[in-house]
């Protein structure tokens, strides 16, 4: 069965912070993995995209890495920001169906 | 600015009566788009996968006949909650991926309240 687990569920850090959250899936065949950050109320929105052959990407204070034979990623937040407070979901994509699962999502809360 | 659009924003109904809401894509094509369902501190749930010209397909335990979904272009799928229920409040969002780059676009999300 594809899971995507995320840890931690949650986490309170103090703003200028670095954090660091966790995706591990099973999902197989592997296509990609998407990062999303998704506000209260809204809609996800894209970080990063990472396929197969990636092992780190950046997105200005949003760094994410990948371990493909583990079947592990990781969401690195620098310098944390008072706007970084939302849900961080995981999304992995199967290669044939495009199918997508989803993690359970970490909610992160930046506080002064 | 959002490639995915949502509509309604939020929408506030009576039991038993029916609530539409679309997905478009803005500026690109998309043959597939998706409907989840969202409860409050969860995770994005898959609802079903509505496919332009052709029947949705729908998640296990999701009801075809009560979440009817309509994908009658390329630009544009809705999701009707027929006789809604205040079981059926939640958080709606629609994503759609792009052809040919794969990017997956989500919409803002509909907020459902069913009194």
């Known amino acids: 069965k594809n899971q995507v687990e995320q840890s931690p569920q949650s986490l309170i850090i103090l703003e200028g912070k670095n954090c660091t959250l966790q995706?591990?899936?099973?999902?197989?065949?592997?296509?990609?993995l998407r990062w999303y950050k998704q506000d209260t109320g809204r809609g996800p929105v894209s970080l990063t995209i990472m396929t197969f052959s990636e092992n780190t990407k950046s997105n200005g204070r949003y760094t994410a890495t990948l371990d493909a034979d583990t079947k592990q990623s990781s969401l690195h937040i620098t310098a944390s920001q008072l706007s970084d407070s939302a849900s961080y979901i995981c999304v992995v994509t199967t290669g044939t169906a495009s199918k997508l699962t989803f993690g359970t999502g970490t909610r992160l809360q930046v506080t002064l | 600015g959002a490639v995915v659009s949502q509509h309604p924003s939020w929408v506030i109904c009576k039991s038993g009566t029916s609530v539409k809401i679309e997905c478009r894509s803005l500026d690109f094509q998309a043959t597939t788009m998706f409907w989840y369902r969202q409860f409050p501190k969860q995770s994005l749930m898959l609802m079903a996968t509505?496919?332009?010209?052709?029947?949705?397909?729908?998640e296990q335990g999701v009801e075809k006949d009560k979440f009817l979904i309509n994908h009658a272009s390329l630009t544009l799928s809705t999701l009707t909650v027929t006789s809604a229920h205040p079981e059926d409040s939640s958080f709606y969002i629609c994503s759609a991926p792009r052809v040919y780059t794969g990017e997956l676009f989500f919409g803002e999300g509909s907020r459902l309240t069913v009194l």
């Open positions: 509505s496919n332009e010209g052709s029947k949705a397909t729908y």
């Open positions: 995706c591990n899936y099973t999902v197989s065949p592997f296509s990609n």
